[in-house]
């Protein structure tokens, strides 16, 4: 939601580009973000996706452009493990006129499904 009372904000997934033990961020902050997320550089303006192979520990770390400048916008730490995937979730700063996004993590693991299991017949 865009925090207008009927409003909506619908965004395109590419879950192609979110293999398992990455991290994908999307950006529905407002802000234009550039930093790294994990050992990879990023651009990210606002409604971009982007991912990196994660580690154990993926270090994510954004800025936005401020009056000629760069200022930390969001620094986190991503843990995962056992070819979990994440996805971080960058929504507008709780303060008006703050940079400082707010951040969700969701996090899921590689299902692996059963064959059915075949009942025996009932005994008459």
Not at 38 to 61: I, S, Y
Not at 78 to 94: E, N
């Amino acid at each position: 939601s865009s925090g207008r009372a009927g409003s909506w904000r619908v965004q395109a997934f590419d879950e192609s580009l979110f293999p398992d033990a990455t991290v994908s961020v999307l950006n529905f902050s407002g802000l234009e973000l550039r930093g790294s997320i994990g050992d990879r550089a990023a651009v990210l303006p606002d409604g971009a996706q982007a991912a990196a192979p994660a580690g154990r520990v993926t270090e994510v770390d954004l800025r936005t452009p401020l009056n000629g400048r760069l200022y930390r916008s969001c620094t986190i730490a991503v843990t995962l493990s056992g070819g979990r995937r994440g996805l971080l979730l960058l929504f507008p700063p709780f303060h008006p006129g703050s940079i400082e996004v707010q951040t969700r993590l969701l996090s899921d693991a590689p299902i692996a499904i059963a064959p059915p299991v075949r009942q025996a017949p009932a005994r008459p």
